[in-house]
């Protein structure tokens, strides 16, 4: 039924979207030991630290360019054929660091996966890059003055991922700062983990136009008024909620509740195979729980058209491919 619906999809981390196809080749290429975080069925975790565990073992997996290249060209090729005209990832210095292969090349390789994609099947993609919040301020400001330096014409956006519940916004408020002087995009994942005052703290200190999940939100009526108010986009993810526990079940996560309150609502797939996910799977699952037609699926991929971090004549290009 949502097949043939246009999506868009503005929250998804790169190395949270290797299949474990993906990632089994990678670690035979390399010699690796898996087996701590996949098995046959796929990727193993049982709360968000040991996610995170998973995600960074199958990142580590991922060492040259062409890898990175190989990475997102089958990612993206994949949910074009899902019908994404729209993408963007979350892209990680620290991840490339930490693989050893620097950011030069993660950007290259990455770069030419997307470029690859656009060619094979239309879709258009930026990149966002994130500091990952439990390394610390220092590194999330590290992170913001590379996205800030314009490494690379695709990085339009930067944004904060990790362990919501370390640290405080405050600390991290100077590397939005940097960000947003250079001109970029900014998201910050909050109301994922923690609740409400986690989002009041991210709209204070760091004024995003979007907010990565923002689901808890929904614990503090004012506060949902004040999103609805301001224009806040929500780059909700529900499958990765309810898998992760946040919500239990599809029924009852609050997508519906925050399109209702009037709140700018796009649908996500975070970490699609730690989630058994896909944009797919997401747009099917909100005809399902909630009832929405083709119209009202399009709406959400035009709300994330219009919330993205994209030039003018692209965001132009992409609503006309709705009508
Ligand atoms: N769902 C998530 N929340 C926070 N950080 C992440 N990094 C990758 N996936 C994430
Ligand atoms: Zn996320």
Redesign the pocket.
């Known amino acids: 039924m949502t097949r043939a619906v246009p999506k868009a999809e503005i929250h998804c981390?790169v190395?949270?979207a290797a299949s474990p196809d993906l990632v089994r080749r990678q670690a035979e290429k390399y010699g690796v030991d898996v087996s701590s975080f996949l098995d046959e069925a796929g990727y193993v975790w049982s709360d968000?630290t040991s996610?995170?565990a998973a995600?960074d073992g199958a990142a580590a997996l991922f060492r040259t360019e062409e890898d990175y290249a190989l990475l997102a060209e089958t990612y993206l090729s994949d949910i074009a054929a899902q019908g994404t005209i729209y993408a963007e990832i979350?892209v990680s210095p620290d991840h490339a660091e930490r693989s050893g292969i620097g950011t030069e090349g993660y950007l290259a390789g990455l770069g030419t996966g997307l470029e690859r994609a656009r060619r094979a099947s239309g879709i258009e993609c930026r990149m966002i890059v994130?500091g990952?919040?439990h390394f610390g301020p220092q590194a999330v400001e590290a992170a913001a003055r590379f996205a800030a330096s314009r490494p690379h014409a695709l990085i339009t956006g930067f944004g904060m991922?990790?362990?919501?519940r370390f640290g405080r916004v405050a600390d991290y408020a100077r590397a939005f700062d940097i960000a947003r002087e250079a001109g970029l995009g900014i998201t910050i994942?909050a109301g994922?983990?923690a609740g409400p005052e986690s989002v009041r703290d991210a709209l204070d200190h760091v004024r995003p136009s979007r907010l990565?999940?923002g689901a808890r939100a929904i614990e503090d009526p004012a506060l949902v008024e004040r999103i609805a108010r301001e224009g806040v986009a929500l780059e909700l993810?529900p499958g990765?909620n309810v898998a992760?526990k946040v919500f239990d079940g599809w029924e009852k996560h609050p997508f519906e509740a925050m399109r209702k309150a009037g709140v700018k609502v796009t649908l996500n797939s975070?970490?699609p195979p730690?989630f058994g996910s896909s944009i797919g799977h997401e747009y099917e699952m909100a005809a399902r729980t909630w009832g929405y037609d083709a119209a009202m699926l399009t709406g959400f991929t035009r709300t994330a058209i219009q919330a993205a971090f994209v030039d003018e004549a692209t965001r132009e290009k992409l609503l006309g491919q709705l009508d």
């Open positions: 981390h190395e949270g968000f996610f995170l995600y979350f994130v990952i919040r991922a990790g362990e919501e994942h994922e983990l990565g999940h993810c990765s992760l975070d970490d730690h």
